[in-house]
């Protein structure tokens, strides 16, 4: 099992992923990545408004919420926290109600910029 992956900028995907390396698109909003649990299947997730809460701090990635991947065969469900995975499950509740927290602040304001933008109408 992977515990940490190392962050890889890039414009678009590319086809053949490698293990360890979290791929950020930021201009297409992909992140992608192989399976951490070792199966090595590709992970392709959307971040922004539409998907995943992505956050980087120092280069570091954090991804909200957590990734469950019921499709694939492994069903592997981890973290994205500060590049490190986290099996869940392997939480302090502290980190969960911060995380939780971070979730419904970031709701409110995209409901506040919708609001705000059909004012303007
Ligand atoms: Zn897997």
Redesign the pocket.
Known sequence: MIKKLVVEKVVSMPLSLQEGILYVSLENEVVGHL???????KILIRIGKAGWQYTEVKGEVTLFPSLG?WD???R?HYWIRKNKIRWSGDWTDEEIEEGRQSDIEKKRQYFEDLSRQKQKK
């Open positions: 399976c951490p649990c070792g199966c090595a299947n991947n694939l065969p492994c592997s």
